[in-house]
């Protein structure tokens, strides 16, 4: 699976967007693009993943580059409780297992 | 949705004690399930794949002797730390994917382990 580099730590005022980038430049055709986030003393929870078209859901939005080799989670309003770290994975869609970076440590901030 | 369950959510043992955590996938079969191994403020490190009816795949550096997986039945997995010691205090996770969907692996809420 391809790897990723995630920024160590990122702030975000509440209330306000939060942009959380990922490179994955040696991403292949078949991989996918998922993000998950842990908050302290849980297990992860995931978010979205997508494939080289933007999704959205209730939760965030991805966009995904046009040469796939980088994205971007964004949170539309940050609360508080989005405070966590954040992971971005890229793996192939037929499996389970997920290798996990550092990921981001996004503070939301009052 | 689909959920994944693990027990206990909190264990402290005694130093060469045998320690049984269970990962159970509520509403949905898993024929493969994952356990990883978290320290403080670490990132989470895959131990071992448990496969259903077969022996589970460790990771490179996971003894298999002391870290034994049972994957019991379709919804089912335990992680029994054997002759457990202090260094392996740390927060043991597991997590199941859907084998009908293409979407994501679905985690516990995770067992914090203290060896005293």
Known sequence: DAKTTQPTSMDCAEGRAA???????????????????????????????????????????????????????????????????????????????????????????? | GAVVSQHPSRVICKSGTSVKIECRSLDFQATTMFWYRQFPKQSLMLMATSNEGSKATYEQGVEKDKFLI?????????????SAHPEDSSFYICSAPRQDQNTEAFFGQGTRLTVV
């Open chain 1, 19 to 110: 942009n959380l980038p990922c490179n994955h430049s040696t991403i292949s055709g078949n991989e996918y693009v998922y993000w998950y986030r842990q908050i302290h003393s849980q297990g992860p929870q995931y978010i979205i993943h997508g494939l080289k078209n933007n999704e959205t859901n209730e939760m965030a939005s991805l966009i995904i580059t046009e040469d796939r080799k980088s994205s971007t989670l964004i949170l539309p309003h940050a609360t508080l409780r989005d405070t966590a770290v954040y992971y971005c994975i890229v793996k192939k869609s037929n499996t389970g297992k997920l290798i996990f970076g550092q990921g981001t440590t996004l503070q939301v901030k009052p």
């Open chain 2, 70 to 82: 049972n994957h019991a039945s379709l919804t089912l997995s335990t992680l029994t730390v054997t």
